[in-house]
Every structure is written in C-alpha cells, then in structure tokens.
C-alpha cells in the first residue's frame, strides 16, 4: 500500500474535497491536521510516508527533512510555486515535486476585507454591538483616499481597480515595477519613500524571498501618515514584526491588517493578539472552497500521474 501523508489540514476538511475512502485501496492515507511540533517531530511522524500533499508554506519542507524522509517520492503542494521547499535537496534525491492551480482572487478579496475593515472599525463596533453598545467610534471613507500598493502582479493588480472603483488614487512601486500595467490599470507610478510618505492605505502584494524579506522596519513606519494603515495578505517576514508592534502601540501608524505573521500558526501570547488597532485574520487567503476543491482533486490527479510515471504539473524541473 503506497503510503501518502496530509499535510497542514488545519481544518481537517481534505475529505470533503476528495474522496479518501474509495482511494484507500491504493493509498494509505494519513491526514495532519496540526502543525508538527519541530522538526524532529516531523521527521518521526513522516518517516514512512512516500508523498507529501501539503498546503504551501505551511510546514518548511527542508534539506534535513527531505535528507532523513528515506522512503519519500513525491510532494505536491496547492499552488505552482512554494518557497517553503528546498528545491535544491529535492533534484539530489530525484524527489518530483508538483503543484497546483491556485485561484488569484481569494486574496485580492481578502485585502479589501481588511481595508474595509480598518476604515469602518469593523471589528471593534462588532465586538461592542455584542456588548450592548451602539456607534463607538467614527470611520473614515476611501473615496479620495491614496491607496498605495507594493507589488503590481496579479492580486495587486485586481486590488488596484477595486480601489479606483471607489475613487480612491492608486499608486504603486515595486522593485520591477510594470509600467505598462501601471498605465493600463490608471495607476501612478511612485518611489519607495513617496509612497510611504503618502499612502493613507498601504497594502503589499508582493512574493517572498529574501528580496523584500524586512522591506517595512521602524524606519519605514516613521515615514508613513499618523493616519494611514498597513494591510499584508502576502508574506509575513516582508514587515518586521516587533518593528510593527512598536510602531502600533505608540501610534506611528493608525494600524494595520494582516492575514500573514513570520510564524504560523500566530502564537497565542503573541503581541499582535492585544492591540486594539490590530485586525488579524489567520491566514484566510487561499482558503475557500473553490481553491481548496481545486488543490485536492488536482493533487489526487499529480499523484496518479506520478506513479504512472507520466508526472504533470512538476515545478523542480
């Protein structure tokens, strides 16, 4: 029986998506729902498997782990690309990695969830409506506003004109910023600095790496608005954390929206969880239906195709 380990189902619905049980006369199929207590821990738990599905950079597939997993052949991640692999030690142990179709949109929504959330108080007048209260605070509206964005592909792409549609002035930068698109979406190009300087919400759309690793630290906040929130959908480590703490609780900036943190799961004693300008979500964005359907039919699809030895949708090539 070819043994196959889930990974990362923090929600335990794989299940739903795929049916598991007619499978299990070719698969043994084992799914973790948690996330592994180190690396070691992984290592133990793993040892026997031969594929890995896993939600990507949710648990690091390493040197060392790829190193001591004797038995694995394949992993197959949601999504074409995932940062989290060490690619390199996959080539040395002739390990096929594969990967999925992804939906862009689910993030692009998400942002605007964020957005709106921070611009209306969102959370805070939900929290009080349920304590009795009625109207504690006062918004601010988006028409007019500046939207600075970091990151023009895809998700910035479909936030960009979600902004112009409520009238807000979009501008953009990036370290190779398209300035076609910029010219295509109505969008004004900017510097780093001019972008700080004037974004009243500053939302990053950019891929990890070690690129933009830390490209938002005290400095960065200094040169924002009092005013202006900071939304991240895409890579946690692109702002530093204890920076961004500080630059919360003394109120450099108005605060922020993140769906992304430099360890996942978010600790639950971790500053971020008390401060009241703090609207957090847990990392909600790829997760729908939609993509979450699309992931595990399409990794049942790599597998076969895998053992078939006629792989698709390889990304260590």
């Known amino acids: 029986m070819f043994k196959v380990a889930i990974l990362d189902d923090y929600q335990n619905v794989s299940h739903e998506f795929v049916d598991l049980e007619k499978l299990s006369k070719k698969y043994e199929f084992k799914v973790f729902s948690e996330p592994f207590k180190s690396e070691e821990d992984a290592i133990e738990q793993l040892t026997d498997y031969e594929a890995l599905l896993i939600m990507r950079e ?3 597939i390493t040197e060392n ?3 001591n997993l004797k038995k694995l052949k394949f992993i197959i991640t949601s999504g ?5 692999i060490n690619f390199e030690a996959t080539k040395k142990r002739k390990i096929i990695v594969s990967g999925t179709d992804i939906n862009p949109n689910p993030a692009a929504e998400l942002t605007w969830a964020l957005i709106l959330g921070l611009a209306r108080n969102i959370k805070p007048e939900i929290d009080n409506m349920f304590q009795g209260y009625w109207q504690t605070t006062i918004g601010t509206e988006l028409k007019g506003k500046i939207l600075g964005i970091i990151g023009l592909g895809k998700i910035g792409s479909q936030v960009a004109k979600v902004g112009k549609i409520f009238g807000m002035q979009v501008i953009a930068w990036s370290e190779n910023l398209n300035l076609d698109k910029c010219k295509e979406l109505d969008v004004l190009p ?3 600095e ?4 004037n974004s009243d919400f500053l939302s990053i759309h950019v891929q990890g790496g070690e690129r933009y690793k830390e490209l938002i630290k005290l400095k960065e906040f200094d040169m924002m608005k009092k005013t202006a929130y900071i939304i991240n959908t895409s890579r946690g480590h692109i702002i530093n954390e204890d920076d961004l703490i500080i630059a919360l609780s003394t109120n450099v900036i108005a605060g922020a929206g993140l769906d992304v943190y430099e360890k996942e799961p978010l600790p639950e004693n971790h500053k971020l969880r008390f401060l009241p300008n703090a609207l957090l979500l847990p990392h909600l964005g790829y997760v729908t239906a939609e993509n979450y359907s699309k992931f595990y039919t399409q990794m049942i699809e790599n597998l076969e195709a895998s053992l078939n030895g006629k792989p698709i949708r390889i990304i260590n090539d």
Request: zero cysteines.
């Open 65 to 67: 782990l790829i190193k």
């Open 58 to 60: 949710r648990t690091p």
């Open 80 to 84: 074409m690309r995932n940062k989290s």
């Open 194 to 197: 001019d972008l700080l300087s």
């Open 190 to 192: 900017s510097s780093k």
